[in-house]
């Protein structure tokens, strides 16, 4: 195996199934990214949270012991992790709508039904790029913030200090 080249943009892939974790890490070349780092258990993926600071980490559901969404709450909500902030994208090849409400409850950023191709995955990295969310904590919730659009209300509907009506 090459000796790993660290930079300010690495990638942190982890994923049960090498194969998987592999294919990911081969598109992501494809698309340019040099620094990728590959884990396939979630002891290896905690010691790599711990070791640097990545741009970016990509998980997989399927992982268990702790599984995928405890993963990314505690990266979350550890104030002392240098990747606390560091947009997630998990995949799952199944999801149903409650572990897809588990996922953004727990912080992760965007989310990717398997089987997907280079094209899904580049649209995540550029809509991470061009709209990043702000970090927010509170109500049991560390992680980006969760409002994907902005409403405008008009000025009929907004609330008004001085109306206790509109209060």
Do not use: C, W
């Not at 995928?68 to 606390?84: G, P």
């Not at 919730?141 to 000025?155: A, F, I, L, M, N």
């Amino acid at each position: 195996m090459p000796s790993e080249q660290i930079t300010k943009s690495g990638i942190l892939i982890i994923d049960p199934q090498a194969n998987m974790a592999a294919l990911v890490a081969g598109m992501l070349r494809g698309l340019g990214r040099r620094d990728i780092r590959e884990v396939n258990d979630a002891s290896q993926a905690q010691q790599e949270l711990r070791r640097r600071p990545f741009e970016l980490v990509i998980i997989d559901d399927g992982l268990v012991k702790p599984d995928a969404v405890e993963i990314v709450r505690r990266l979350r909500v550890d104030a002392e992790s240098m990747n606390r902030l560091a947009p997630v994208i998990m995949m799952s090849a199944a999801p149903d709508a409650a572990r897809i409400a588990a996922a953004r409850d727990a912080g992760v950023t965007e989310f990717l039904r398997k089987p997907f191709a280079a094209n899904h995955l580049k649209s995540r990295l550029d809509s991470i790029a061009a709209n990043p969310r702000p970090f927010v904590e509170g109500g049991g919730y560390s992680g980006p913030d969760r409002r994907r659009q902005e409403r405008d209300v008009g000025t009929a509907d907004r609330r008004s200090p001085n109306d206790p009506d509109k209060a």
